[in-house]
């Protein structure tokens, strides 16, 4: 889009080039025996050559202006069409609708406005002033030139609507990425937010369950000790009592355990990835390749969690802060060594900031015995590699 754009500038501009030169060919020729008509007509050209220059460095004052500048554009040209007639003061004044065109609805209402009428007018006159012309070539001359000219102008109109549509389409997709980039986010965090309401909810299972059985368990025992010496047949019914509860409260631990245990801790640790990844083919075409590793399966859980959390993380960073569309993840054993290797397309960095995600990960991975080192390069996309001794 922008090539073509950069394209049609240059023609235009050449092709103005050749109109102007030609204009003051033909203006020599018509009235060189005529200084006064010659002079104002150079004077003419050279106003609207300028003009036409600034015009093109619209973006570097104010549009009233660019607006006033047009304007004079118009007429000048308009009257050159009378005392000029012929195809370089024609072609000229159907470059100036490109300008005219490229503005708002209610700019190009009114300058098309303006430049139809003096455009016409001239023209009129310009052809009645040719003592040989009848009525009817008249008639016949006008309808072909303003076939023509309605014809420029709604090829104008069509090529600015699709400009507008493309646009539109530009921001849509703008918008799309980053409504994508919010969804990648909720998928990556999704399992977490689970996770931490599973966690709440068994917290208050316990404090509702264990905790009001711990202390129905000390009120027991405190019941006992106090009755051990004045009622000892008592005693014995207060401790069975006691038995049961305390045998219920490690019941309730363990299922609070087991629960905990089987949100927190990752067991199968190529499924558990495959299904981080395949989350992301439903929101975008960001591309995550994963080469597969059996040997990590032998591993205890707590290695296999810390990985699952720092490629999550890593695969967030490069989405949210690297704006990444390809992530390639890597694990391989060397030695007694585990090496993890996360990589990206993303923007980079030269100074890398250390956020909660990054210090998370290396927390995570010295509490292993391992180490963490990190590259970047601006425009060379992030880079994350991890080892852990097996």
Do not use: W
Request: net charge positive; with cysteine.
């Amino acid at each position: 889009m922008i090539k073509s754009k950069n394209y049609f500038s240059i023609i235009k501009l050449i092709t103005c080039i050749i109109i102007f030169i030609s204009m003051y060919i033909i203006t020599y020729i018509e009235y060189s025996n005529n200084y006064i008509v010659m002079i104002s007509c150079f004077s003419l050209i050279t106003i609207i050559v300028v003009n036409a220059y600034l015009i093109t460095l619209k973006a570097k004052y104010s549009k009233k202006i660019f607006y006033v500048l047009l304007f004079v554009n118009i007429c000048i040209s308009s009257a050159l069409q009378y005392f000029l007639p012929g195809i370089s003061t024609s072609i000229y004044n159907y470059i100036l609708l490109t300008d005219i065109f490229k503005e708002k609805n209610r700019i190009i209402k009114l300058f098309l406005s303006i430049h139809f009428i003096l455009f016409f007018t001239t023209l009129y006159f310009a052809i009645l002033k040719r003592n040989e012309v009848t009525i009817y070539i008249l008639l016949v001359m006008m309808g072909i030139l303003l076939l023509s000219y309605l014809g420029i102008s709604g090829m104008l109109y069509s090529i600015r609507t699709l400009e507008i549509e493309k646009e539109e389409v530009k921001q849509l997709n703008t918008k799309l990425k980053f409504a994508n980039i919010k969804l990648q986010e909720y998928a990556l965090t999704i399992e977490e937010v689970a996770t931490s309401r599973e966690r709440t909810r068994v917290a208050q299972e316990l404090h509702d369950s264990l905790g009001h059985s711990l202390m129905a368990l000390a009120m027991h025992l405190e019941f006992a000790k106090k009755i051990c010496t004045t009622k000892p047949q008592k005693v014995e019914e207060v401790l069975a009592q006691s038995e049961k509860i305390a045998k219920s409260s490690i019941n309730d631990l363990r299922k609070a355990v087991t629960v905990l245990n089987s949100e927190v801790e990752v067991i199968n640790f190529n499924e558990a990835i495959k299904k981080l990844i395949d989350n992301f083919y439903l929101f975008s075409n960001i591309q995550i390749t994963f080469t597969k590793n059996e040997e990590i399966e032998a591993l205890s859980p707590i290695i296999k969690t810390s990985l699952y959390k720092t490629i999550q993380e890593s695969i967030t960073n490069s989405l949210k802060h690297g704006n990444a569309t390809e992530i390639n993840i890597k694990t391989k054993k060397i030695n007694q060594d585990l090496e993890l290797t996360v990589t990206d397309n993303g923007i980079g960095c030269n100074n890398i900031v250390k956020s909660n995600g990054l210090n998370g990960i290396e927390n995570r991975i010295t509490a292993l015995g391992g180490s963490t080192y990190y590259f970047s390069h601006n425009g060379l996309g992030f880079g994350l590699k991890i080892s852990i001794p097996i």
